[in-house]
């Protein structure tokens, strides 16, 4: 089935009339010149060539303007002798051009026009018909309500190309989300991974000796970290059922009466185990610092280093 859209058929309407034109042309020229006819002949092919090349380049007025043209033609180019005798059929050739070109008005009026014109010349004679009148307004009306039809048609095929054009965004967007989901997930994935490392890297957990468990702390020692500390030395000493654990703060930058009260949280916690807790690392300004808040860590065990904690261990 072949497929046209409209302006590839106005352009096939307007190569129809410039055809015609030259037909007509070589028509007065053979056998013998009718110089009388062939002036506006030659005039009328110009101006509908120069319209189809205007309407080639995207001037719409183009459509309108040739239908204006060849209805002042038909109307007023047509001999008197070919209208008196007989209601002229020639007056549903510009309608059937209007219909293609233009729409519903350009029609109505035209085919009007070129009615009206002819019973002005020839006084009314056939075109006062009842049965040519009532035959013109059947053709008419049909061409009409055809146009409406077809501009219907184009609507609606005009909107469902928009529907589907806007299914085909829609389903791509829906995919393109999909994709940014997929994604996002990786990357939330990498990134909790990635929390996960960084939280086992802020409380590591060494084993020096079978039962024994250092944890270095370095820096400072927040909410968060005390509880991640708990809860990754519980987990631990739980899985190895470690029965030491040593927590070495020579790489605490500060001690607060927060830090205190969260070493000794932990401390308590790891008892509730089973596990004895000792504290190394202790440097005479911390120690200082201890003293001054009032922070008593008498519970727990002390000493300088962490070796000094194996070697007291290897004692008992």
């Known amino acids: ?56 380049r995207g001037w719409e ?34 309608p059937t051009l209007a219909l293609v070109l233009t729409g519903p008005v350009w029609v109505a009026g035209s085919a009007v026009t070129i009615l009206a014109v002819f019973a002005a010349r020839t006084g009314g004679g056939p075109y006062f018909n009842p049965f040519e009148l009532i035959t013109f307004l059947l053709i008419v009306g049909g061409m009409i309500f055809s146009r409406l039809a077809i501009d219907n048609a184009q609507r609606l095929e005009a909107a469902k190309r928009e529907a589907e054009e806007a299914r085909a965004r829609a389903e791509q967007r829906e995919r393109d989300l999909a994709a940014q989901a997929k994604e996002l997930a990786q990357r939330n994935a990498e990134q909790q991974r990635l929390l996960e490392l960084v939280s086992a890297l802020e409380t590591p957990t060494i084993s020096l000796a079978e039962g024994v468990l250092l944890t270095p702390i370095v820096g400072a020692l927040d909410t968060r970290r005390a509880q991640a500390l708990t ?31 969260a070493l000794i949280q932990t401390s308590r916690a790891l008892s509730l185990l089973g596990c004895q807790v000792t504290i190394t690392g202790i440097s005479p300004s911390v120690a200082m610092t201890l003293t001054h808040l009032g922070v008593a860590l008498e519970s727990i065990h002390t000493v300088r280093s962490p070796q000094e904690a194996l070697a007291v261990r290897t004692e008992n």
């Open 1 to 56: 089935m072949i497929r046209l859209t409209q302006r590839q058929i106005n352009h096939g309407t307007f190569g129809l009339i410039t055809g015609l034109s030259v037909l007509i042309l070589i028509i007065s020229l053979f056998p013998e010149p009718q110089w009388h006819a062939i002036i506006p002949i030659i005039a009328g092919l110009t101006i509908s060539s120069g319209l189809w090349f205007a309407y080639w």
């Open 61 to 94: 007025p183009a459509r309108p303007l040739l239908i204006t043209f060849l209805t002042l033609v038909v109307a007023l180019g047509i001999s008197d002798r070919f209208l008196a005798s007989h209601f002229n059929h020639v007056i549903y050739a510009i």
């Open 231 to 261: 809860a990754r030395l519980l987990n631990d000493v739980s899985a190895q059922r470690a029965q030491r654990v040593i927590l070495d703060i020579s790489g605490v930058t500060a001690v607060d009466t927060q830090v205190a009260q």
